[in-house]
């Protein structure tokens, strides 16, 4: 897919030169965006107001406030807590500071963001009182924003926080008008006292500043952040094209949808010339459907412009915004407002060739699908989930690898580390698990990534590197067998696919989806043989791979259909036999011509259409796998789609209301409700590049 050929800008990179604040200076080690090689990132916080608003992208700091205020650092505020994190309102926290000012400038804003609930009071006076409980989006931290000037005095001030259901907060006051970023007068940081009874106070223990922790740029962690000034999070590592909408319809009262033409990882840019501030509710889209209060997954989503500056609206990703102008009509007038597109804009270094310009659109199409979620590492999708998935890597990180090569692998590598740390979403909330993802097969899907890894780049440093957490996850599965096969937990989530029976949450059972791990699972204790075979340790090696024997015999005895020659009557099931080399050649005839060349008895998410493709291939028909590729994929495109979806069900590639089919099925699915949350550029829909590229020198 074509893309406008615009200079790159990194306006959140800076060199070892850069002023930087002593004493605050933070790295995070992140793969940059425009390189081949691992880099270590490294970001000062700056000490000067005017750096701080370079960075930000945000215009002129606001003017000096009354004199002999003493200001902080820009950016040096940080997150804190004490004590344990509280779980709910049964259990607060209390925090403290006190400080002074000379005088009290005209305009005072208050940042507050992270717990749940939360009542914060400046000098006695209750200027926040949140009562939310839990989050949203899945792991969304609010973020309160009040006028304070009024509450401000001259000489000693205090802050007096009690907080729940949470495990960190960010604070800072600022000595001007919302959406400006100046110096602040308060921040916090470890110089705050903290307590659990009120009584007894301490020392809190603080996380590092804002953007100290690059695991905190996921999963909607910073969603709310582009309302802090200076904040710039996952800005200052990818970066930035700047791209135009293609149309703009005016709505009904003051409101225009905007139309950028195709899907993108961005975020809304708007520069005002105006003399006062401006005032903005956005609703984002994959689909002109969902661009609406009322549907969008983010819902609808505030925008102060501060008068004369430009301001950003929030990660995520979107192809329509629907945009009111709060103010009134008049408002459009002074202001500009564009795409501002984040993502990795890695040069190919490959490209496919073929006569079929709908399998080149097809390749084209899923590349850029996948290059949306190459983010800090590689994510499911830009909208949602915004997190690393290790199945979903398997499948996005082989295209990415077919089309911009050696450039994936630190990012592969930064996904695998952060995926080994098993920390996961529960309701809503991260929490670390047992399993890779907290899903069972994923276990195998990491040891497998590492193996396409290690056979693409031969790094066999950053292999024995991973010996002891692969020998880790191995453990983890050998508790989980039992003769063999998996032994299903009840009590987990188990994911194969979002079909019906190919999943289920805790207190389900769904036997296609234990079958189709244990597969899965063969194929990981098979991959360590060989990965431990590369170390030199031929002990392991030959212990985990008589495991993979003992699997493959058990599933050949419990779940081969004799009868008919098949592993049942699912499409999934039998495409992983035959991907995972537990399918017997032998076999191969009757799958393919009972099951796999036939429509699939229930719905398959094009995740597991690549599973499909390569077992086809693996069974000797590739033309036909090929003409698969032309249907599914290219119905998405039929469809208008300029990425690929996380879910194709029967019918919705035609549909009037595309989104609105989506999401029925997806509700159906695992209960999401009515916001269109499903994501419509989804990494793990990307597979049609990778094995397309197979026939390929």
């Known amino acids: ?64 406030p009354p004199p002999g205020n003493v200001l902080l650092p820009g950016g040096s505020e940080q997150y804190i807590w004490v004590s344990s994190p509280s779980p709910d309102a049964t259990a607060p926290r209390m925090f403290r500071k006190s400080f002074s000012v000379v005088s009290v400038p005209t305009h005072v804003t208050l940042y507050f963001l992270g717990p749940y609930n939360a009542d914060v009071a400046v000098n006695g006076t209750t200027v926040v009182h949140l009562a939310q409980g839990g989050p949203i989006l899945t792991n969304e931290r609010p973020l309160e924003i009040t006028e304070i000037s009024n509450i401000l005095m001259t000489g000693p001030n205090s802050i007096f926080i009690t907080a729940s259901a949470g495990d960190i907060l960010a604070l800072k006051i600022v000595p001007a008008e919302q959406g400006i970023n100046a110096q602040p007068l308060v921040v916090s940081d470890g110089l705050w006292e903290g307590s659990t009874d009120g009584s007894n106070w301490m020392p809190v223990s603080s996380f590092g500043s804002l953007e100290s922790d690059a695991t905190r740029f996921k999963g909607n962690f ?15 590592v990818l970066d930035h094209v700047p791209l135009a909408a293609s149309s703009s319809t005016p709505g009904s009262g003051n409101s225009v949808t905007l139309d950028f033409g195709k899907e993108i990882s ?15 509710q956005m609703s984002f889209g994959e689909s002109l459907q969902e661009a609406t209060p009322d549907l969008s997954s983010l819902g609808p989503r505030n925008l102060v412009v501060p008068a004369g500056e430009t301001a950003y609206g ?101 996904t695998l580390e952060d995926l080994v740390k098993r920390v996961c979403i529960v309701n809503g909330r991260p929490t670390t698990g047992q399993d890779i993802n907290c899903i069972p097969s994923f276990n195998a899907w990491w040891i497998l990534d590492l193996g396409d890894l290690y056979r693409s780049s031969g790094d066999a440093a950053y292999l024995a590197s991973q010996g002891e957490n692969l020998k880790g996850i191995l453990a983890r599965m050998q508790t989980q067998l039992k003769d063999g096969l998996f032994a299903d937990d009840a009590s987990t989530f188990l994911f194969a696919d979002w079909s019906p029976g190919m999943f289920h949450f805790a207190g389900q059972t769904a036997p296609e989806a234990a079958k189709i791990t244990t597969m899965i699972y063969s194929m990981g204790f098979q991959e360590a043989a060989f990965l431990f075979g590369e170390m030199g340790d031929a002990s392991s090696a030959a212990s985990y791979d008589t495991i993979a024997a003992g699997i493959k015999t058990a599933v050949a005895s419990a779940y081969f259909d004799t009868g008919t020659g098949t592993f049942g009557a699912r499409m999934q099931t039998n495409a992983m036999a035959v991907f995972s080399g537990i399918a017997d050649p032998s076999q191969y005839d009757a799958i393919f011509t009972q099951i796999l060349s036939q429509p699939p008895s229930q719905e398959v998410t094009p995740y597991f259409y690549y599973f499909v493709l390569e077992a086809m ?8 796998a090929v003409d698969l590729v032309r249907q599914v994929w290219g119905g998405m495109l039929n469809a208008r789609a300029t990425t690929f979806w996380e879910i194709d069900p029967q019918g919705c590639a035609s549909a009037t209301d595309v989104g609105q089919c989506l999401i029925t099925d997806f509700d159906k699915l695992s209960s999401q409700g009515t916001r269109y949350v499903m994501s419509m550029a989804h990494g793990w829909a990307s597979g049609p590049a990778a094995f397309l590229m197979e026939s390929q020198p």
Request: with cysteine; charged share 20%; proline share 5%.
């Open 266 to 280: 961005g975020r809304l840019r708007v520069d005002s010339s105006s003399s006062t501030a401006a005032h903005l």
């Open 222 to 236: 910073d969603l709310n952040l582009y309302q802090w000034p200076g904040y710039q999070g996952i800005n200052a």
């Open 617 to 624: 291939e693996i069974t000797g028909h590739r033309a036909q």
């Open 1 to 64: 897919m074509g893309r406008p050929a615009t200079e790159v800008h990194h306006p959140g990179h800076q060199s070892d030169g850069s002023p930087g604040q002593q004493g605050h200076e933070h790295r995070y080690d992140i793969p940059e965006a425009g390189g081949s090689e691992r880099r270590m990132k490294r970001q000062g916080i700056l000490a000067a107001a005017w750096a701080a608003a370079w960075m930000c992208g945000c215009g002129n700091v606001a003017s000096v």
């Open 314 to 414: 929030p990660l995520t990703g979107f192809r329509y915004v629907q945009v009111v102008f709060l103010d009134g009509p008049d408002e459009a007038k002074s202001l500009r407002i564009q795409a501002d597109q984040v993502f990795r804009n890695l040069p190919l270094v490959k490209q496919y060739q073929n006569a079929d310009a709908l399998l080149v659109q097809i390749w084209q199409t899923s590349v850029y699908t996948a290059q949306l979620g190459m983010q800090t590492e590689f994510w499911d999708a830009p909208k949602r989930d915004r997190a690393p998935y290790s199945a979903d890597l398997y499948v996005s990180a082989r295209t990415a690898r077919a089309a911009f090569g050696s450039a994936t692998e630190p990012i592969v590598k930064y």
